[in-house]
């Protein structure tokens, strides 16, 4: 009989790695997710072209971009206007395949419905959390899965043969392998994100990245712009020290679902304006406004225990900069997959995907603690607080390159590597027995 393999968390990263494990054979999956209902919430993000191509062996590439924008160019703005640089993205800068900005809630859905689809109605328990109760000297752990009141009336306490926590940046799986490691750090900044509804000719065709050292917005749109479309909807992300905002107030534990005025920040971004784009026209155009606490992980020295591991923001939750936090998670899947499929058995297989993964997301980390590519942006502000005329008179073209090459090699996502094709394909049915 095939592994029983339990998934904790049915965000990206938990669903794509039941999709990943099912593909190279595995047939016993579980992902058990803590909320009742797989909901469409959050709002944009972006899929580097290293994810695409694995969502794409995957067979769901076609379903995802019905709601998705190949993102072709991302500019970059000294807080006055001026541009500071641009970069091609996606198939214009080389890659085989596309970058995609695209509704968080649009990707989690269509991976719930190819779990559903290919492992059966069941796969996807919802409104049940995963505890963890021991790591076992066989190296399996036993979970007590509880109701979200924290019941455990009806539901089953076992040890699967494998556990997978994508279980998320506060993850119950991690804090099982991790006791005391307690809340997820924060840097001081609050992000606040919503997606609006504007009229198409208002909206640029580009990603753009604006700010000064402090003060940072994230716009792009999340509707291929098409002749006789009128509305476009557009996603914006913003960040700023919580110490300029006149009343702090209690910005939480960081739940994703936490809506605020955008009265509160919207005075922050006044004349804020990049080739035609309006950031207050954007902000007042939102259907609603988040409020998110800027906080990541401290990298770990271990992700794997035995038979338990971990995947996505559960093993390496970073600060939303370069696109990372969905990407990496479904490279991890994939990844995770592969080894499970190539390896002898488990605890060998969990090893050698941390071995492939770990030392790159560390990384990765801490590049995204020190700006990664938006460095340009302060270091911009630096040279010439009151804006420039010739941006090659305060960051050198060769100076801008090499912050972005070297961003770009740290997760091993540059085209040449990219284009390789995915190292992560393995026979069908490869894992059986
Ligand atoms: C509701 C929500 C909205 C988000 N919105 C955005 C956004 O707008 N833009 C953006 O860039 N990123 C967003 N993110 C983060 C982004 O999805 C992740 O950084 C990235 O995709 C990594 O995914 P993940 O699957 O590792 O973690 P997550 O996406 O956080 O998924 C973890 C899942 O595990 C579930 N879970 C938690 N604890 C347990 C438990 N004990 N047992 C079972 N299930 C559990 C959670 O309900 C969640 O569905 C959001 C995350 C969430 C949960």
């Known amino acids: 009989m095939t592994p029983h393999i339990l998934i904790a968390g049915g965000g990206i990263a938990g669903l794509t790695a039941a999709l990943s494990l099912h593909a190279v054979g595995y047939e016993r999956i579980t992902v058990v997710e ?33 709601h998705a924008v190949r993102t072709r160019e991302l500019r970059y703005y000294h807080r006055g206007g001026g541009l500071i640089c641009r970069e091609e993205r996606g198939l214009r800068a080389g890659y085989r395949w596309p970058q995609l900005s695209l509704h968080r809630g649009h990707l989690q859905q269509v991976l719930a419905e190819a779990v559903r689809r290919r492992l059966g109605a069941d796969a996807i328990v919802g409104g049940v959390r995963v505890n963890c109760l021991a790591v076992l000297p066989d190296g399996r752990t036993r ?16 040890e699967p043969d494998v556990l997978i926590g994508a279980d998320g940046i506060r993850s119950a799986v991690r804090a099982a392998l991790n006791p005391g490691e307690g809340e997820p750090p924060w840097n001081g900044h609050l992000v606040w994100r919503g997606v609006s509804r504007m009229e198409a000719r208002r909206a640029a065709p580009f990603m753009l990245v604006a700010g000064d050292d402090r003060h940072k917005a994230v716009v792009y749109p999340l509707t291929e712009p098409s002749p006789g479309r009128r509305e476009v909807l557009v996603n914006w992300a913003l960040t700023m020290p919580a110490d300029a905002l006149d009343d702090p ?32 026209d954007v902000l007042r155009a939102t259907d609603a406004a988040f409020e998110y606490p800027m906080v990541d992980r401290e990298p770990l020295a271990r992700w794997s225990h035995g038979r338990t591991t971990l995947i996505g923001d559960a093993a390496h939750a970073m600060y939303p900069v370069g696109s990372n936090g969905a990407t990496q998670s479904v490279v991890d899947a994939r990844a995770l997959a592969h080894a499970m499929a190539t390896h002898p058995g488990p605890a060998e297989a969990l090893r050698a995907y941390e071995e492939a ?64 094709g995915s190292p992560y394909e393995v026979p069908v049915g490869a894992a059986l027995p």
């Not at 979970?143 to 076992?158: C, I, K, P, W, Y």
């Not at 939480?252 to 207050?280: E, I, K």
């Open 249 to 280: 107030g209690d910005h939480g534990r960081g739940d994703w679902d936490r809506r605020v005025p955008v009265g509160r920040f919207l005075h922050h971004y006044a004349g804020w304006r990049f080739d035609g784009v309006s950031v207050p």
């Open 357 to 420: 993964r770990r030392p790159a997301m560390t990384e990765l980390q801490l590049a995204n603690r020190g700006l990664g590519p938006e460095a340009v942006i302060n270091l911009a502000h630096q040279r010439a607080p009151g804006g420039f005329l010739d941006i090659d008179d305060v960051i050198p073209p060769r100076e801008r390159r090499e912050i972005a090459a070297r961003y770009a090699g740290t997760g091993a996502f540059d085209p040449a590597t990219v284009n390789l």
């Open 143 to 158: 979970v007590q899965l509880q109701h979200r009141d924290g019941a455990t009336r009806g539901l089953a306490s076992f």
């Open 34 to 66: 803590a909320a009742r209902r797989i909901r469409p919430i959050g709002a944009g993000l972006n899929l580097m072209p290293d994810a695409v191509r694995e969502l794409d062996a995957l067979g769901i590439l076609d379903r995802l971009e019905t």
